[in-house]
């Protein structure tokens, strides 16, 4: 098929004029050819007191500059009208009447109108300057999430309810006439401008009935259908558009679907909207803050928790094609706690296997996997939580403020294993060492604790290497203070800066801590028991624990000590347990 | 013609709705008033003027006779593309298998004026124009037609001096052309500035009447700036 705008096609008047007079018919049309605003230098001529800084838009009702005004040093919007206007003389009179109006209009969610005249023809406004975007700018810059636009929507009516109440009708609501500072707070402007492009309520004998005006998407069916008599109403409709085309991306024409059938919304949502979006006015809401108050009630609800249908939700929710997004941050979140969860786990083994002997060492390997996968579980669940209430807020920002505290807690349950873990080890021990090998203080042999292989049938003999905890005694007892029970007083003190002592153990006695550390936990080398100091008795100062005789007897009082010794069960084979003793008072 | 104020529903929208009682004559109103497109469509795409006619006034029939509106796969949404979706689609369907009775004197509904139909297709110019940009073009400029002689009706209700006025002040419409509202001015014995107010007015009134026009052929008012923009692509 040939395109019908064949380069042969000739060019006929008829044509031109055709597409003049069509173009009078547009809404917004003038008749004329749209112009390219005047430039800010251009129009700076007409307004001395003010410094044309930008051009902020344009459109149907004129151009919009960023002022400055010199005197007041503060930024303002100035509004010029389009030249054109000032055709119709009854203008200036219209004009005036409702910029009066506008003027008195003080709301935070208005726009405010600081002044207004007319200079060399051009009519204008100067207006409160909103450093921000315009909602058109926001919905085309990405998702907008509902939680925003029910945030935005009680803001636009209680703008409109205070307007109405004033006796203003707004009559051109619509995206790019609702504007959000930086701090987010919703500004309405243009109120009542699209009057006065219209023709006055007085004039009826040529017209016959007000002009068309605003944009038609968002126009109320009464708006076009009778333009005379048009009330607040219909402000209340083109919020019901805007609304939609927030939560939708899509305008609510033909025939379209609810708000939750186009996203994933709350049904009650869906009754507002539809309301508001009545053709037949009277069916509508009737007040601005009717729609503000279900909107808050929407809100308010969503945030407190029991619904009958909960569980059905979530599953829908879960299965929700749209809602892929809880599920990434979940696996996300779940990729970064890995890590956190492996080093944690390494740190409880690592701890309790370096401690732990003989069964205690198998519990503390278990009890260490367990507490790897309870943390990890904890975690994971904490954020599939946080994933799901934040996807029912539709906000990230929140999400990741959950996910962030999830791990916390994630944390938070590792160390609590681990300590438990750790008590649990040691403590379980105690009671077996205290009862079986150690005797506790007893003051009437004036013991301070004894150390004694009486009860040791499970060692063959009474040999007993005592290391602490990490296999350096000196660097985990500050000092050793041995007392002789008869005499009293110290009798002997070992601190830590003996410690190089150990160094020079002999080899005959090293190699033999060797053999015995390799009979049981094959940790060969770590040996670093020292030589004889440690072995003490008030009676000796060295014992050789080798020997039989002797009896060690170690003070610090009040203190827990944690030993780790060697022992070898009937078969014959070594193994290591670890045990805690509390010694008494000093 | 009801005025703009009072449409309740679009002529269209009645007629796509079907069903209605009213769609019937909402339909043959639409038909008898836009006709001439397609008979020019017809021609152009190589119809003698009797098949031409014929072919014109069978589709009406089957579409107002046999509620083709209800059963045609078509483009609901404006009464320009469905008319000519539909009447192709007739024309190749069934006007071919019903040819010969069709020929023989069909009952017809509407009474169309073919004579001058064909009088003023001999006036179209002979260019490069596919049938398609034909029709187009057509009925963007009986839209415009339809809207002037609405305009001027009016202007004649309101009295000889209206109507002279209205002769006067009808070249300024558009803006296009030599007429200045300064001659105009003379002419009326009225001053430049009041014949400025005057010829706003009438823009005024033309868009009302021809936004009321256009909202008639499609489903849903809020589409007429799109059509008037397809329009405006038709005549350039």
């Known amino acids: 098929m040939n395109d019908p705008q064949d380069p042969q096609k000739q060019a006929r008047p008829e044509d031109a004029e055709a597409a003049r007079l069509l173009e009078v018919g547009l809404s917004t049309g003038t008749g004329r050819p749209p112009r390219a605003a005047p430039s800010p230098v251009e129009m700076s001529e007409h307004f001395p007191d003010l410094e044309l800084l930008e051009v902020l838009g344009q459109g149907g009702m004129g151009v919009v500059y960023m002022a400055r005004q010199t005197k007041l040093d503060r930024l303002v919007a100035l509004k010029v009208l389009p030249r054109e206007l000032s055709e119709d003389p009854a203008f200036a009179e219209r004009f005036a009447r409702e910029a009066r ?5 003080h709301h935070p969610h208005i726009v405010g109108v600081h002044e207004f005249g007319e200079r060399d023809g051009l009519f204008f406004l100067v207006m409160e300057f909103v450093d921000g975007v315009t909602l058109r700018q926001i919905m085309a810059g990405g998702e907008l999430t509902a939680r925003e636009a029910l945030a935005i929507v009680p803001q636009i009516c209680d703008a409109l309810q205070y307007a109405h109440d004033a006796g203003v009708v707004h009559r051109d609501i619509k995206p790019e006439n609702i504007l959000l500072d930086k701090n987010g707070r919703v500004k309405v402007a243009d109120f009542g401008l699209a009057k006065l492009a219209t023709r006055g309520d007085q004039d009826f004998t040529l017209t016959g009935t007000d002009q068309v005006m605003g944009t038609v998407h968002y126009m109320a069916p009464e708006q076009y259908k009778t333009p005379l008599e048009v009330d607040h109403r219909a402000d209340i409709f083109s919020l019901g558009v805007v609304f939609y085309e927030m939560l939708t991306g899509e305008l609510p024409v033909g025939k379209f679907q609810k708000p939750s059938e186009a996203s994933n919304l709350d049904e009650r949502i869906d009754e507002i909207v539809m309301r508001a979006l009545e053709r037949e006015r009277d069916v509508r809401y009737q007040k601005a803050e009717e729609v503000e108050s279900d909107v808050k009630t929407v809100v308010t609800s969503e945030r407190a928790p029991a619904r009958q249908d909960r569980g059905l939700r979530f599953h829908a929710r879960l299965r929700r094609r749209d809602d892929k997004r809880p599920f990434s941050r979940f696996v996300l979140w779940s990729l970064m706690l890995l890590p956190v969860g492996v080093i944690a786990y ?11 002997v003989n069964n205690t060492y198998f519990y503390a390997m278990t009890a260490s996997i367990w507490a790897g996968i309870i943390a990890a579980s904890i975690a994971a669940l904490v954020n599939l939580a946080a994933a799901i209430w934040a996807s029912r807020r539709r906000s990230q920002v929140r999400g990741h403020g959950v996910a962030v505290l999830a791990m916390l807690v994630s944390l938070v349950s590792i160390g609590m294993m681990s300590s438990t873990l750790a008590n649990l080890t040691t403590n379980m021990h105690v009671r077996e060492f205290n009862s079986e090998f150690f005797k506790p203080y007893d003051p009437e042999a004036g013991d301070w604790g004894q150390l004694t292989v009486a009860g040791a049938s499970a060692f063959d003999e009474r040999r007993r290497i005592l290391t602490s905890l990490n296999n350096t005694w000196v660097n985990y007892l500050d000092a050793i203070s041995v007392r002789d029970p008869d005499k009293g007083g110290v009798r002997f003190t070992y601190s830590s800066e003996d410690r190089n002592k150990l160094e020079q153990m002999d080899d005959a006695e ?29 009676q000796a100062v060295e014992i050789d624990p080798w020997k039989r005789e002797g009896r060690v007897t170690m003070i610090k009082a009040g203190e827990r000590v944690f030993l780790r010794y060697p022992i070898r069960n009937d078969g014959g084979q070594w193994k290591f347990a670890i045990g805690q003793v509390t010694f008494g008072p000093e | 013609m009801s005025t703009p104020a009072q449409f309740q529903a679009t002529r269209w929208s009645l007629v796509a709705s079907a069903g209605s009682g009213t769609s019937r004559s909402a339909l043959e109103e639409l038909c008898a008033s836009y006709w001439y497109p397609l008979y020019a469509f017809l021609r152009r795409g190589g119809s003698d003027a009797q098949e031409a006619a014929d072919l014109t006034q069978g589709f009406f029939t089957a579409l107002i006779e046999k509620d083709y509106v209800a059963d045609a796969d078509r483009e609901r949404g404006r009464f320009r593309t469905f008319l000519l979706a539909a009447l192709k689609n007739f024309a190749s369907k069934e006007w071919a298998k019903n040819r010969a009775q069709k020929r023989g004197g069909g009952a017809t509904v509407l009474s169309l004026d073919f004579e001058s139909g064909e009088e003023r297709y001999a006036r179209e110019p002979a260019d490069s124009l596919t049938p398609e940009g034909m029709y187009e073009r057509r009925w963007a400029l009986l839209v415009l037609d339809r809207t002037g002689e609405k305009l001027a009706a009016w202007f004649r209700k309101g009295g000889s001096d209206k109507a002279e006025r209205y002769e006067a002040l009808r070249p300024l419409l558009s803006g296009e052309g030599n007429a200045t509202y300064r001659d105009v001015g003379l002419r009326l014995g009225m001053s430049e500035t009041a014949v400025k107010v005057a010829v706003h007015r009438m823009r005024q009134r033309y868009r009302e009447i021809l936004r009321a026009e256009i909202a008639d052929t499609v489903d849903d008012p809020r589409y007429v700036d799109d059509e008037i923009a397809r329009l405006m692509e038709a005549v350039r």
């Open chain 1, 101 to 105: 109006t506008l003027a008195r209009l």
């Open chain 1, 346 to 356: 390494i740190l409880v083994y690592s701890f309790v296997s370096n401690n732990a």
């Open chain 1, 510 to 538: 090293h190699e033999k801590l060797r053999a015995a550390n390799a009979l049981g936990m094959g940790v060969v080398g770590q040996a670093t028991l020292p030589h004889s100091p440690h072995h003490f008795t008030p």
